[in-house]
């Protein structure tokens, strides 16, 4: 085998494991965004309540951290160029709502006041803008776990049939929490919830389950034997 092969074999080689690096990367900061805002909340400042949403961590002496899990998770989305356009669409509608998601940030609920770092409060434009990105940043993600995640060109090894379930519980969990939370804005459900603070309990889930579907795929579980 000439030396040209054995280079291009090891390019080739490389580029799969950068691949699958950047997807773990992915999945870890979707897993670790809700857990490490709430306990740094927690630790760094006085606040010993659970905040109504994730959104909301911003405000919280986490909010630096926020931001910038957003948008690294932002940047890896646009450095994964997948498979075929579809992938790359996805992968960029989502990483562009990442930011959005980070820049735009939801009205500041002032029931929690002394949870923040800060009491600035944003526009409606910016409030509405965060809303419609955080569900489109999810529905994505959403997609690419059920409709590529699942996708394969060679054999359906076992362990691949298992990564597949797993790719599509994470993305129907995403749009169940989606519908979720969409749901509790109906006024008569959210007053009856409220004290139960659903919305960071379904964003959790759901970032989780992003996390959860990234890993899986960066073969951090159930790798081809």
Not at 14 to 42: C, D, E, M, Q
Not at 65 to 92: E, H, Q, R
Request: hydrophobic fraction near 45%; charge should be positive; aromatic fraction near 16%.
């Amino acid at each position: 085998m000439s030396s040209s092969t054995n280079e291009n074999s090891g390019s080739g080689e490389a580029l799969i494991i950068s691949y699958l690096n950047l997807r773990k990367f992915v999945g870890i900061l979707g897993v670790a965004l809700p857990f490490v805002s709430i306990v740094g909340t927690y630790i760094f400042s006085d606040c010993r309540t659970l905040l109504p949403s994730i959104s909301q961590y911003y405000y919280s002496v986490m909010g630096d951290f926020f931001v910038g899990t957003l948008c690294g998770v932002a940047i890896f989305l646009f450095s994964y160029k997948g498979y075929n356009t579809w992938d790359k669409v996805l992968t960029n509608v989502a990483g562009v709502c990442a930011v959005a998601s980070a820049f735009f940030p939801t009205h500041i609920n002032r029931d929690y006041i002394l949870c923040y770092s800060t009491d600035r409060d944003v526009t409606n434009f910016s409030d509405i803008t965060h809303t419609i990105t955080s569900g489109l940043f999810f529905i994505s993600l959403a997609a690419i776990s059920i409709f590529l995640f699942t996708k394969s060109k060679g054999v359906m090894t076992a362990e691949k049939k298992m990564r597949n379930k797993i790719y599509r519980v994470c993305g129907y969990t995403m749009i169940a929490a989606i519908l979720l939370i969409g749901l509790y804005r109906i006024p008569a459900i959210h007053v009856y919830f409220e004290r139960y603070k659903p919305t960071v309990i379904l964003e959790t889930l759901a970032l989780i389950a992003f996390g959860f579907s990234w890993l899986t795929k960066g073969e951090f579980l159930l790798k081809d034997e």
